[in-house]
């Protein structure tokens, strides 16, 4: 692998062949960007044939895991079909080079994991979160539909009558409860989960190569087969990124206010009515 190549992420060669990537753009929380999303995308194909590398462990840099996508690549997106079809493409290489990976990925969830951040966590063969950090899926709240990973995992792991209630309100879980719902596998004191991550790796990293990965491979065939309704999700969520709420949403989120969602309106009421 050349780490040099990479400009959001942070690599560190830890022993027996267990590579540490660090989201590394702790001024904005670790919010993934074009360039971030993109990184993210790749890494996992180059971790999978990288000869060095037995078991990758992800987590974030300063207080956080990662806030999701920037909401400036969210208002470039934003009714832009060209971006938003590259999004389409690139957020379905970052789900299934995951779940392709030869390796196993450890998530070390240090703090708040939403969006785009998510999808990394949850994703990862063996999820460690913090106590106290919160998980969500936030994406009916900025107006657009649950896509990224949220059809595709949290059925499997959390239920379909937990998955759709957080999934449909948006709302978030922290750590302690993830773990009572199976969302992740252990939750931790916050200074623990980098080194209880750091542990597991080690255990998978020493142990039978063949015997681990060929587990891994079989376990994520339950995600191939749901990978159609994953493929509509993603497309559900780029198709509402070409609609009105979505920029309100996203409006919202930047003063830091409750969103006022066209589609919420009552029938024949004007936008002026619906401010007053």
């Given at each position: 692998?050349?780490?040099?190549?990479?400009?959001?992420?942070?690599?560190?060669?830890?022993?027996d062949g267990v590579l540490l990537i660090t989201m590394d753009r702790p001024e904005k929380y670790n919010a993934a960007d074009e360039?971030?999303?993109?990184?993210?995308?790749?890494?996992?194909?180059?971790?999978?044939?990288?000869?060095?590398?037995?078991?990758?462990?992800?987590?974030?840099?300063?207080?956080?895991?990662?806030?999701?996508?920037?909401?400036?690549?969210?208002?470039?997106?934003?009714?832009?079909?060209?971006?938003?079809?590259?999004?389409?493409?690139?957020?379905?290489?970052?789900?299934?080079?995951?779940?392709?990976?030869?390796?196993?990925?450890?998530?070390?969830?240090?703090?708040?994991?939403?969006?785009?951040?998510?999808?990394?966590?949850?994703?990862?063969?063996?999820?460690?979160?913090?106590?106290?950090?919160?998980?969500?899926?936030?994406?009916?709240?900025?107006?657009?539909?649950?896509?990224?990973h949220a059809a595709i995992i949290w059925p499997l792991l959390v239920g379909m009558a937990k998955a759709r209630y957080y999934l449909?309100?948006?709302?978030?879980?922290?750590?302690?409860?993830?773990?009572?719902?199976?969302?992740?596998?252990?939750?931790?004191?916050?200074?623990?989960?980098?080194?209880?991550?750091?542990?597991?790796?080690?255990?998978?990293?020493?142990?039978?190569?063949?015997?681990?990965?060929?587990?891994?491979?079989?376990?994520?065939?339950?995600?191939?087969?749901?990978?159609?309704?994953?493929?509509?999700?993603?497309?559900?969520?780029?198709?509402?990124?070409?609609?009105?709420?979505?920029?309100?949403?996203?409006?919202?989120?930047?003063?830091?206010?409750?969103p006022r969602f066209p589609s919420a309106r009552p029938p024949g009421a004007s936008e002026r009515n619906a401010d007053e």
């Amino acid at each position: 692998m050349k780490f040099s190549e990479y400009e959001r992420l942070a690599f560190e060669r830890r022993p027996d062949g267990v590579l540490l990537i660090t989201m590394d753009r702790p001024e904005k929380y670790n919010a993934a960007d074009e360039r971030m999303h993109t990184e993210l995308a790749r890494v996992w194909t180059e971790v999978s044939a990288d000869p060095e590398t037995r078991v990758a462990v992800v987590t974030g840099a300063g207080k956080a895991f990662s806030a999701g996508g920037d909401l400036g690549m969210v208002e470039r997106m934003t009714g832009d079909y060209d971006r938003v079809s590259h999004m389409l493409s690139e957020m379905s290489d970052l789900v299934y080079n995951i779940v392709n990976c030869e390796k196993p990925v450890v998530s070390a969830i240090n703090g708040v994991a939403v969006g785009a951040g998510t999808v990394v966590a949850l994703m990862a063969d063996i999820s460690i979160c913090a106590q106290d950090a919160r998980i969500g899926d936030g994406h009916v709240k900025l107006g657009v539909a649950a896509g990224d990973h949220a059809a595709i995992i949290w059925p499997l792991l959390v239920g379909m009558a937990k998955a759709r209630y957080y999934l449909m309100t948006g709302e978030m879980v922290d750590g302690a409860e993830a773990e009572r719902l199976g969302l992740v596998s252990k939750a931790v004191p916050r200074e623990e989960v980098l080194p209880e991550a750091l542990r597991v790796a080690e255990v998978l990293a020493t142990g039978s190569q063949p015997a681990i990965r060929l587990t891994k491979r079989a376990l994520n065939g339950w995600l191939r087969m749901a990978g159609p309704i994953f493929d509509q999700s993603a497309a559900y969520e780029m198709l509402t990124f070409l609609g009105p709420d979505v920029v309100e949403g996203a409006a919202a989120l930047r003063d830091k206010r409750e969103p006022r969602f066209p589609s919420a309106r009552p029938p024949g009421a004007s936008e002026r009515n619906a401010d007053e």
